[in-house]
T-cell receptor
């Protein structure tokens, strides 16, 4: 079974430029998560999808961040314009079901963003 | 709100040493508890979990016991290897919702 696939692995951009990250979850996983992980910290949830519906985007900075999962499978996360403080690793994860504490989330390798 | 606190790293040990990484939590309900591991250059992987009090999760020689009385879920391994070098994250979810609450991570360095 293929895991969660993210691209690109690394991205360096100048501030004020746009950037996009792509995620393909594990086949059959209805729930998709985007996290941001700053150096030396645990991941912070940005948005959670159940199929194509964003059911929790309360932590997404909506002035510059957007996400979509149009067909309920792969997803993109966009930042426009990027700021220096957006430098972090952006993680995508998926799980079979979104509810309940027993659900295991599977993570991609992440995209390391550096804004200069 | 819910939170997870784990010991600060880095933790440096010699090969075959005994490992303990402390994790304590605060939660309003009855959470499930997890340890995730992040090897260099790789994504987060679930290492083990426990879903109710007194449960013991185990995998790859690692163990952690869900202690409700002390709100703890300490990670242990009897004899560590160089290949165990990684960052370890303790996390919880309330059983009523999906959201993972994470600790800050503990970097483990094993020297030959």
């Amino acid at each position: 079974e293929a895991g969660v696939v993210q691209s690109p692995r690394y991205k360096i951009i100048e501030k004020k430029q746009p950037v996009a990250f792509w995620c393909n979850p594990i086949s059959g996983h209805n729930t998709l998560y985007w996290y941001r992980q700053n150096l030396g910290q645990g991941p912070e949830l940005l948005i959670r999808y159940e199929n194509e519906e964003a059911v929790d985007d309360s932590q997404l900075p909506k002035d510059r961040f957007s996400a979509e999962r149009l067909k309920g499978v792969d997803s993109t996360l966009k930042i426009q314009p990027a700021e220096l403080g957006d430098s972090a690793v952006y993680l995508c994860a998926s799980s079979r079901f979104g509810g309940g504490g027993n659900t295991e989330a599977f993570f991609g390798q992440g995209t390391r963003l550096t804004v200069v | 709100g819910d939170s997870v606190t784990q010991m600060e790293g880095p933790v440096t040990l010699s090969e075959e040493a005994f490992l303990t990484i402390n994790c304590t939590y605060t939660a309003t309900g009855y959470p499930s508890l997890f340890w995730y591991v992040q090897y260099p250059g790789e994504g987060l992987q679930l290492l083990l979990k426990a879903t109710k009090a007194d449960d013991k999760g185990s995998n790859k020689g690692f163990e952690a016991t869900y202690r409700k009385e002390t709100t703890s879920f300490h990670l242990e391994k009897g004899s560590v290897q160089v290949s165990d070098s990684a960052v370890y994250f303790c996390a919880l979810t309330e059983n009523s919702n999906y959201q993972l609450i994470w600790g800050a991570g503990t970097k483990l360095i094993i020297k030959p």
